[in-house]
């Protein structure tokens, strides 16, 4: 297994991720504010766009660890921790 962690061949594509997911954040953040009253009004979508907005978030942060320079079973743990604690904040009504 010494072999199967290549950060080398994945750059590109959480380069790429971090980029669309940091503009499809701004985007759903500019449809939210743009329709805020609405927003607001039904908890239903409140609650859709918290989520949504976070689950890119968190996303969003994945990727960055991922190119940040570190050993790999750090990089583990943290994503480990990440993906807990946002599915704990997603899970929570």
Known sequence: MANAYHPEAWHE???TMGGA???LTGLLFVATSLHADKVAQTPHWARRAFTNAFALIAALIESLLVLAPQP???LGY???ALNLSALFV???P
Do not use: K
Request: charged share 15%; glycine share 0%.
């Open 72 to 74: 790999p079973e750090w």
């Open 78 to 80: 943290e994503l480990i």
């Open 90 to 92: 997603l899970m929570t």
């Open 21 to 23: 997911l940091a503009a």
């Open 13 to 15: 594509l959480y380069v």
